[in-house]
Nanobody, 119 residues
Framework: QVQLAESGGDSVQDGGSLRLSCAAS????????VAWFRQAPGKGRERVAR????????DYADSVRGRFTISVDNAKNTLYLQMNSLEPEDTAKYYC????????????WGQGTQVTVSS
């Protein structure tokens, strides 16, 4: 079983940048499909970006495409989310999530890290 731990959340100004990290431990993390989600107060959880482990294919929510980049360092078992041109609407708690790729849902979650963007 994989365990996930996020870090890197902070408070930044509109237009700023942050890089979130998600350290994975436990089973061979490279066999898992991984993603970043976020949840703002009073809103549902939104998948922000995901990456497939073998070919490294990525995809993004429309709201972040072109500003956020998901990547993985398999040697370090760490998932990243580089966030540029941050907007107040990006304020949320960010979670990394993992699943065995054949599953239809993400069933392994970190505890989350808070990102706050002020105007």
């Amino acid at each position: 079983q994989v365990q996930l731990a996020e870090s890197g959340g902070d408070s930044v100004q509109d237009g700023g940048s942050l890089r979130l990290s998600c350290a994975a431990s436990g089973s061979t993390a490279s066999y898992y499909c991984v993603a970043w989600f976020r949840q703002a107060p009073g809103k549902g959880r939104e998948r922000v970006a995901r990456i497939y482990p073998v070919r490294g294919k990525t995809d993004y929510a429309d709201s972040v495409r072109g500003r956020f980049t998901i990547s993985v360092d398999n040697a370090k078992n760490t998932l990243y989310l580089q966030m540029n041109s941050l907007e107040p609407e990006d304020t949320a708690k960010y979670y990394c999530a993992a699943k065995l790729c054949w599953k239809g849902w993400y069933d392994i979650w970190g505890q989350g890290t808070q990102v706050t963007v002020s105007s």
